[in-house]
Structure formats: C-alpha cells, structure tokens
C-alpha cells in the first residue's frame, strides 16, 4: 500500500531561521513527488520532483529527492511569518497519495 | 488514523451521464469536508466547502447545479457531477477536516468523460 510520511507534523520557528521539511514514502511505480504550501484554500503547487540528487529551488524555497532512501526534503531559508502555512507532500506512484502535512508556524 | 478514501478511483462516462463520487473519513468523523479539482501543471482549486447537514459553500466559478454536493453524514460526502462533459474530465480530490486546523486529503478520483 502506497503511503507517505511527513515529519515533523508540526513545527514552530522565529523569523530568520531555517526549517528542513521531511518526506518519506513508499510507494508502486513511482512517478513524481509534489509539494504544495496550503494556507487558506486550495494547496499551493511549489515543485515536482521526478529525478533524484537535482535542486528544484524557488526563491528562498528549495527541494531536492532522494530515490534511493525514498524521500525528499523541502527547505525554506530565512523564514517569514508569511511561510506559516501546512506544506503537504504528495505522491504519484500507482496512485496520488498526500502526506499528514507539516504545520509551520514562523513566529515574528 | 486520519485516513480519508474515495471512491471510485477512476472513472470514464460518455458526455451526458452523471457521475458521483465518494469521499469518507475512516477512521475520524469530519464536520468538514472540502472537494478540490486539479488542473494542469499540478494545481489545486477549491471547489466547494462541504458541511455535514447543512448546503455547501461552492467557490466562485463554479456551478452548483453541476457539481451537486452532499454531505450526507459525519464521515461521508458524494459530489455528482451532472451531464458531463470532456471538459468536466479531470481529478476531482476531497479532504477532510478533523478539526478546525486540520485536513486529510483523499487519494482523488479521475474522471474521464468521453
């Protein structure tokens, strides 16, 4: 059965710091791993993540996968009150499957 | 726990039927229930907020007569997706609340309208 895991679930840091989401998974025929940023309605798309070992990186935003521990990391560097959001980890494999979620909180 | 299903996992109609699809909590009872629809490059847009017993809140844009919604119980909600057409073929993913800040995502449901 396909599943992913998020660690931490939740997370609080001060403005300036820098966070490392996790990622795990296991999963059939995998395809790609998503990240997304949902604050209010829908989830954010950030990246998608097919190949192991390349950064995808967005501002102060970056992702990289590892195929072969099976997972990914989502950095955020010099946090901002703004980033405070749930980041989902989402996996296509055989079938799309969301992580728990990792509930930041960037205090100012 | 926190495990919401939905069911079908795929589906493919000819234009002008109706399809319904189904979203359950498993394991928790969800006052909330959110149905989203992805479109290319990813994205998710919100398409309504489901309230167990009462109508739900449909975001702008998006046509309740089509999309009808109903959240029947606390760990159950159908989107029927009327007179389809190719256009309406995407995947349609619910979530569900388990508490005021918290929401787990169904594994989705493709629809293929031919």
């Known amino acids: 059965e396909d599943k992913v895991v998020q660690s931490p679930l939740s997370l609080v840091v001060h403005e300036g710091d820098t966070v490392t989401l996790n990622c795990s998974y296991e999963v059939t025929n995998f395809r790609s791993l998503l990240w997304y940023k949902q604050e209010k309605k829908a989830p954010t798309f950030l990246f998608m993540l097919?190949?192991?070992?390349i950064e995808k990186k967005s501002g102060r935003l970056s992702s990289i996968l590892d195929k072969k521990e099976l997972f990914s990391i989502l950095n955020i560097t010099a946090t901002q009150t703004g980033d405070s959001a749930v980041y989902l980890c989402r996996n296509y494999g055989q079938n799309f499957v969301f992580g728990p979620g990792t509930r930041l909180s960037v205090l100012p | 726990g926190a495990v919401v299903s939905q069911h079908p996992s795929r589906v493919i109609c000819k234009s002008g039927t109706s399809v319904k699809i189904e979203c359950r909590s498993l394991d928790f009872q969800a006052t909330t229930m959110f149905w989203y629809r992805q479109f290319p490059k990813q994205s998710l847009m919100l398409m309504a907020t489901s309230n167990e017993g009462s109508k739900a809140t449909y975001e702008q844009g998006v046509e309740k007569d089509k999309f009808l919604i109903n959240h029947a119980s606390l760990t159950l909600s159908t989107l029927t997706v009327t007179s389809a057409h190719p256009e309406d073929s995407s995947f349609y993913i619910c979530s569900a609340g388990k508490g005021r800040h918290e929401q787990f995502f169904g594994p989705g449901t493709r629809l293929t309208v031919l």
């Open positions: 097919t190949s192991s070992g």
